[in-house]
């Protein structure tokens, strides 16, 4: 396992998260089942093809979830019992009857359960052979349905790039043979692992990793996606036009000069508007965004939303999609305090159990993690929390916010954004009437922080906004970095 800083391990989980939140934010438009206008922002309505919910994945996330099921185990994917268990799990998806399957993925699904049924073993080796017979009767099946859900495999390997571009291939080809469908996973994979581990987009790092015979062609590929408008990567059901299309869609969206780190939500937007095949374009797109921005970069009102399969007890949602993400790059390891794996997190710190009001909003209750006994509707976390967190104590919503007790800037890379995309979830979940618990672990610093952002949202002066909420938590440590950024 290689030891990521915690600026990498947020855009590890950045790149599922914002799988599926490209993935739900197309899926309402998906080959124009409703119209988006070109002046308004997708919203996650639902519908498509598959008559989703608002907020719900589509068969690009949930085949991703397959993979990345397998990643969070540590497994290598090169090996034949980690593509037998991707390919179990690509059918336990397809068995229970999704409502959106690409064309390829289910004939070369369906022959691969009728071989099943019939007493054969060995799923992997079989989804596979079936996978090159419809390429040998299909000679243009370079269909996007392997690049859409290949994200995870990138996650299994950062250590190791001519490994993870093997592991692409090999995962690829289970329903895609053709080469340019690998070729186009290997490119993505790469340029998520540059990503996540430096902090940049470049979707060429991989040409390099390419048969030599087509590294030319493909170099003429992303010249285009680099120039070319793009709303002519259109139709973009081919591998090379949805790749060429999540690249134009971020490379062709200008990074802000103040919050950089929206570049991630504007560039969905820009995917999504490219229309065709809306929802796989911006969860390719969505990939390699969050690879690059983080987790944290991700609003919480998309957060909150996106769902999906697995929905073995509840539907998967983004709290899942971060525990996954960060398993897999940790060899399926939790850290010490037991996160992400156990459902109440233990902190040695000392901290107040009583709740504090805030000083602006007495709807608003400052705490931390031995908070208990607050009666709050809902509770906004800005630390490592479990499923069954004690200090939820009976709340039926939780919104996770990304935040490090740091003045280290390499720590907290998007914190004007989070700090203000946090105060903006607790001005939201009072918007529809519900009290709420804002909380770190000992109430020093995130918690009276947080608080003086959501002073500000309400249109207190940030001086005045300081002293009376330093006045009112005694525990506030009133200086480092996190208190003077906000407001």
Known sequence: M????????????????????????????????????????????????????????????????????????????????????????????????????????????GATRRRLRAGEEGVGRIMREESYVFAADHPRSAGNGALMRTAPVALAHLHDRAHLAEAARLVASL??????????????????????????????????????????????????????????????????????????????????????????????????????????VAAIAGGLLGGRWGASAVPWRWRRAVHGWPADERPSDATDLIRIATLAVRDGAPYGNGWPLTDDVTYSEDAFTDVVPHPFDDGVLLGTHAT??????????????????????????????????????????NLRFVLADTADAVRGLRAEGKTVLLHCVAGQQRTPSVAVEYAALLGQPVDAARAAIAAALPSARGHGLLWTSAG
């Open 175 to 280: 329903t895609h043979a053709d080469a340019l469908a690998g070729d186009s996973c290997v490119l993505w994979c790469e340029a998520i692992r540059h990503a996540v581990l430096d902090g940049v987009i470049d979707i060429r790092a991989g040409l390099d990793l390419l048969p030599t015979n087509r590294v030319e062609q493909w170099a003429r590929w992303l010249d285009d996606a680099s120039s070319k408008s793009p709303k002519s990567f259109t139709p973009n059901g081919f591998t090379v036009t949805a790749l060429q299309a999540a690249a134009a869609a971020i490379t062709q969206t200008e990074t802000p000069d103040d919050l950089a780190c929206r570049h991630l939500q504007l560039a969905l937007e820009a995917a999504v508007h490219i229309g065709d095949d809306t929802d796989t």
């Open 372 to 413: 208990v006994a607050h009666h709050a509707d809902a509770v906004v976390s800005m630390c490592r929390v479990g499923r069954r967190q004690r200090c939820f104590d009976g709340a039926t919503e939780v919104i996770e916010s990304r935040l490090l007790d740091s003045d280290d800037p390499a720590d907290n890379p």
């Open 2 to 109: 290689i030891t990521l800083t915690p600026a990498q391990v947020d855009r590890a989980a950045g790149v599922l998260l914002a799988t599926a939140a490209g993935d739900a934010l197309g899926v309402p438009y998906e080959f124009g089942s409703a119209h988006l206008p070109a002046a308004e922002s997708p919203q996650m309505l639902g519908g498509g093809l598959g008559n989703f919910a608002p907020g719900e994945w589509s068969d690009d996330t949930s085949m991703a979830m397959a993979i990345a099921e397998v990643a969070a185990t540590g497994a290598d994917l090169t090996t034949d019992d980690a593509l037998d268990t991707i390919a179990g799990n690509f059918l336990r998806w397809f068995d229970g009857n999704p409502p959106d399957v690409g064309n390829q993925t289910r004939a070369v699904l």
